[in-house]
């Protein structure tokens, strides 16, 4: 706790950088997030090494394994260029399958 303490600090006028002054000059706040402890660096870290296993997993030839999916998943995920390319499409697609199946329901029933 000490090491993380900024001592040239005065307690009484800002507590706030007493007790954590250094660590703060260390740890910079990123820009994306209004809260930043070592709670938040450690999930940070993790989803990084979790992407990072993801994205160099091998392609896996079965398409029905776990592994497949994960990172058929992923990869779907972050094609970004997709998601700006197609904008909404997709979803209209979807939009309109799903009215199709609810008037053949009702002209079925």
Known sequence: M???MNSSAAPCEDMWNYACGNW???HLVPVTQS???????LQAKYREQLRSLIV???H??????????LKHFYES?????NLETDKDQPLHRIINELGEMHSEIKLGS
């Open 56 to 58: 160099t997993l091998p």
């Open 35 to 41: 809260k930043w402890g070592t709670t938040q660096e």
């Open 77 to 81: 995920c972050m094609a970004l260029d």
């Open 60 to 69: 896996p030839v079965k398409l029905s394994s776990v592994t497949w999916k």
């Open 2 to 4: 000490i090491p993380k």
């Open 24 to 26: 703060l000059k260390r």
